[in-house]
């Protein structure tokens, strides 16, 4: 793990500790993500088996978490490098429900698109249900993010993306998205703990 991934974590880790109430944590490095929950169960949407202009909702499931996607005029899914992702019709924010298993975290490559499906620089918010928020510059289809809830869980998470100054209305566009489950309430706190001295255990 490269130091800036270490200051990283250490960060995250300090702002949730910096607030009793604080439960998410928000993670904009992959690795991250996957370490601090390395032994809950995942699975990740890939959206590969879509394509085309579908109405609202889209819904779908993969393995044992159920999603449904909404957005005013509909929802689109077409090919971003090689690769389907989950956009929106009309230049509005996306929003992906969940149901079934209990989603703890939830995590994928985010940007903004053009009415050609093309990726443009964008400003990008991520929203979970409790008001959590992410935002940020985007200019590629392999940025990422993703939350971990240690406390509630997580059923829905609404995706929208602006225009830079002057630029043309832009669509919320989500890829890979990975959904998270661990066995028992407060295991994520556990699992990235184990996952920390697995590593120093490793140097």
Known sequence: MSMRSLIAASLVCAAASSNASATILVFTDQFLFDAYTVG????????NTYSGFYAS???GSTGGFNWSAAS?????????????????NNPAPLTISFSGLTVNGVSGNVFGTDINFSVVPSIVQLSLQDGTSYIAFID???????????????????VSAQPLAGGSAVYPTFDNMTLASVPAPGA??????AGAVAFRRRR
């Open 40 to 47: 809950a169960y995942r699975s990740t949407e890939n959206f």
């Open 57 to 59: 909702p889209l819904t």
């Open 72 to 88: 005013s005029g509909g929802m689109y899914v077409g090919a971003v490098n090689g690769s389907q992702a989950l956009s929106t």
């Open 140 to 158: 590629s289809a392999t940025a990422f993010a993703g939350f971990v809830s240690t406390g509630a869980s997580i059923t829905a998470i609404t």
């Open 188 to 193: 994520l706190a556990l699992l990235g703990l």
